[in-house]
């Protein structure tokens, strides 16, 4: 660590920008980390490169803070490639993005990619330039593909999502690289398994972070009058996230069922999808519409499709319910933000953050594939006004102890700095 300040951070997929379009395709809480984590870095006296890949129109480089800059190399032409295909241009990647690091003679202290794809290309510069890899998988092929196993055909599945290729690639990536970055236990769990059987040693659970300076909880009145400024009434359950099979938003239309029979001035705020939306979110969100009507619940439905990044923790603070329906969630950054804006917060059971949090005291955690009981689990908190204020009391405390930014910054530079890091470096 004595011979550079720098770090080469590698988030190749989506669009990464300084003030990222959050929903846009494969564009949302891995960016989020990535931009977070390289700007406390730089506060720690590093100088921070992310390399991401170019794509449409944006620049070459783009600069995000004082020493955290975006660099961006071309591969596969312009157009955008969904993440689980970026794996066959990645090849191309690495030989602009290694021409650049040659041409200006960069010497980083170690490289932090994210996701497999940037995994692929973080080792094969590693391997090249002799520099330290410490791999962050955000998900796991492995996990993900048996979450998925009930909902979706194998054949289907295996077009879409290119499990085979990516659960040999992570294999490789994991046995490769330095360390390797797990979100929960969950995924220490699975990285230990048989589909990876990883030495545990080179696994190191960093939770990942938020803003603390963005998000915090404000007075009662003050976020009882956020409600009247947003044109929003009653008893407001809001959730937010990227319009995807996996966040679960149909199982929360059904678990809107039991609540709206005995709330009535319930209002579920759906704030799932992008600023413009492909055909295939429009498609989903209609779908969402149709399941709203077949439920009888469409009058407590609001469709929010996209919230601007400066007015999401506002929307936290005026909810009363804040809702993580996912089917399967690595961590769930969206539920720590409402914990912290002091949200009375109810997670999905297959959330990583389920692990990391005390039920009834810091969250609720309930089941979304019985909507019975997840709705049940949302009128606790509407009903019982002492649940929810412990819930709004005791979030904020336990995400600005647990999940602020410098911290994890923090954590992962004692790992690169040698105190358990095996490996180069």
Known sequence: MER???????STHGYVEAEP??????????????????KCLARLGFEVDIFTRQ?????????????????????????????????????????????YIKKEDKDYAFIDSHYWDAGLA???LANRFEIPHLHTPHSLGAWKRDNMEEDIAQEDM????????????????????????????????????????????????VPP???????????????????????????????????????????????MVPVVERVDDALLLLAAGSPNPDEEEAEQEQKLRDLADELDIADHVYFEEYIPDDALPDHYRMADVFALPSRYEPFGMTAVEAMACGAPTVITVESGLSEQ??????????????PEAFGHAMLQVIRLPRVAEQLRSHGPRRARMDFAWMGVAQRICRIIRGYRMHGKG
């Open 4 to 10: 550079s300040k720098h770090v080469l951070m590698i």
């Open 21 to 38: 379009e959050l929903g846009k395709p494969d564009t949302g809480g891995q960016v989020v980390y990535v931009l977070e984590l390289s």
């Open 55 to 99: 794509l449409e129109d944006l620049p070459e480089t783009e600069q995000v803070a004082e020493n955290v800059t975006i660099r961006r190399f071309p591969c596969g032409g312009s157009e955008f490639i969904p993440k689980e295909y970026m794996c066959d241009v990645i090849p191309e990647w690495v030989e602009n993005a290694a021409d």
């Open 122 to 124: 973080g080792q094969a």
């Open 158 to 205: 295996e077009e879409k999502y290119n499990f085979s290729t990516r659960i040999r690639e992570e294999r490789v990536i994991y046995e490769e690289c330095d360390g390797i970055v797990a979100t929960t236990p969950m995924q220490e769990e699975v990285l230990n398994d048989a589909d990876y059987d990883i030495d545990s040693e080179k696994i190191y659970v």
């Open 209 to 255: 972070g938020y803003d603390d300076a963005r998000f915090y909880p404000l007075s009662k009145p003050r976020e009882e009058a956020l409600k009247t400024d947003y044109d929003h009434e009653g008893t407001v359950i809001l959730a937010v996230g990227r319009m995807a099979h996996n966040k679960g938003y149909d199982l929360l239309l059904r678990a």
């Open 357 to 370: 949090v005390t039920w009834g005291v810091d969250a609720i955690s309930a089941d979304p594939f019985d």
